[in-house]
């Protein structure tokens, strides 16, 4: 969040105060745990999963008020974000030992960062037309998560949706980012699954 231009967390660290409208937020999981630290103080320890937007240091503040006596974070640290987990990073040590090869090999392809979205690959002209933000006709099912690939060369087009067998824009990728996924090729592979359509629209 910003104010006048400036993130909320500047102020906070130059010390200034600025007034926070309040706003509504999800806390699908909150785990705590009372335990000590290294001086042999107790602290709680809470593992969150909440929606975007929640900030956690207020969070902690909000859960000291509720106690009584108040509270502040001592430490904070994301484990996840999205289909993505802590599990998954490596660190700069272990680049730093890695070749370029090895490096590169760490790559995701782009569509992981999709798991959900259904994946339907165009023809070339379909694909051209698509990226032109013209909607495109086909025999698919109605979708909110659409994930769209050219046939060839195999790459991301873009995202969609799926309304009464037309196939609508949500968010276009440029001829640079096309590009620029195509060169992570061999690690950039193609959708497994999905429909694909002639031009014309024909299924």
């Known amino acids: 969040l910003k104010k006048e231009g400036k993130a909320l967390y500047e102020y906070a660290r130059a010390g200034i105060e600025v007034e926070r409208a309040a706003r509504e937020v999800e806390i699908h999981a909150l785990d705590m745990s009372l335990e000590q630290n290294v001086d042999g103080c107790a602290v709680l320890h809470m593992v969150v999963r909440c929606s975007k937007g929640t ?3 207020t969070l902690g503040e909000d859960i000291g008020k509720a106690l009584g006596c ?13 289909p993505f987990t802590a599990k998954q990073c490596i660190t700069l040590e272990a680049l730093e030992t890695m070749n370029e090869a090895e490096r590169m090999a760490q ?3 782009i569509e992981a960062l999709l798991p959900d979205y259904t994946p339907i690959t165009l023809s070339n002209a379909e694909a051209g037309r698509f990226l032109s933000g013209l909607r495109r006709r086909g025999s698919w099912p109605d979708a909110e998560h659409i994930a769209v690939f050219g046939a060839q060369p195999p790459a991301l087009l873009g995202t969609g ?8 824009a949500t968010r276009l990728l440029t001829p640079a ?10 690690f950039n592979t193609p959708p497994t699954q999905g429909i694909s359509v002639e031009p014309g629209g024909k299924a």
Do not use: D, F, M, S
Not at 161 to 168: N, R, T
């Open 55 to 57: 900030y956690i240091r």
């Open 107 to 109: 790559l995701l392809p």
């Open 177 to 186: 980012e096309i590009t620029q996924t195509l060169q992570q090729a061999p």
């Open 70 to 82: 108040g509270g502040h974070l001592t430490r904070l640290r994301r484990i996840a974000t999205g």
């Open 161 to 168: 949706h799926v309304k009464a067998g037309e196939l609508i």
